[in-house]
């Protein structure tokens, strides 16, 4: 049971434009919301994050809008650049003291073509 | 930033042997380590969570006999696959948190088995 869920395997973006990547959940107990990304052979990175409590959360050229009623989060990047070319996993976690434990999503490999 | 190291980042055995992987948290103490496998094209699935001096704790499906988890300080856990197989052969990703949701994760370990 796939929690979470990116429905698009991958996206192709050309340079300086607006990159979205979409993420829906089920558990309505995930109250923190997590984007990663991840080139090949490596760990995860941080991106951005967001609360439960918050429906948008920007952070440069990343912003993660929330919409907790439709269980959808979306990652929007713009403008992207060559080197956001990874994969994008999106990551949900339940309130702390919960144990801490992430879900994550499978992933959406970008493409930003120059 | 906190930054987690694994050692080996890959490595290549033959069906039978054990293979000791360590995740090491360089520059602040992790009460918590988490341990993932990534196949490829597939999301991060979380193995178990261990905290430091006590029993760590297996997902569903993980065999604990197999897959030997000791966090033996605040500083290092290690994972041991016992007796590895070919369908053992997998990225294997640790993550360590102090006491947020953050999870800083290491650059993974690929393991090869022949």
């Known amino acids: 049971d796939q929690q979470v869920k990116q429905n698009s395997p991958s996206l192709s973006v050309q340079e300086g434009r607006i990159s979205i990547l979409n993420c829906d959940y089920t558990n309505s107990m995930f109250d923190y919301f997590l984007w990663y990304k991840k080139y090949p052979a490596e760990g995860p990175t941080f991106l951005i994050s967001?609360?439960?409590?918050?429906d948008k959360n920007e952070d440069g050229r990343f912003t993660v809008f929330l919409n907790k009623s439709a269980k959808h989060l979306s990652l929007h990047i713009v403008p992207s650049q060559p080197g956001d070319s990874a994969v994008y996993f999106c990551a949900a976690a339940p309130p702390q003291g919960s144990g801490d434990k992430l879900t994550f999503g499978t992933g959406t490999r970008l493409a930003v073509r120059p | 930033g906190a930054v987690v190291s694994q050692h080996p980042s890959r490595v290549i055995c033959k069906s039978g042997t054990s293979v000791k992987i360590e995740c090491r948290s360089l520059?602040?103490?992790?009460?918590?380590m988490f341990w993932y496998r990534q196949f490829p094209k597939q999301s991060l699935m979380l193995m178990a969570t261990?905290?430091?001096?006590?029993?760590?704790?297996?997902e569903q499906g993980v065999e604990k006999d197999k897959f030997l988890i000791n966090h033996a300080s605040l500083t290092l856990s290690t994972l041991t696959v016992t007796s590895a197989h070919p369908e053992d052969s997998s990225f294997y990703i640790c993550?360590?948190?102090?006491?947020?949701?953050?999870?800083?994760f290491g650059p993974g370990t690929r393991l090869t088995v022949l």
């Open positions: 993550s360590a948190s102090r006491t947020t949701s953050r999870q800083f």
């Open positions: 520059d602040f103490q992790a009460t918590t």
């Open positions: 261990s905290n430091e001096g006590s029993k760590a704790t297996y």
């Open positions: 967001i609360s439960s409590i918050k």
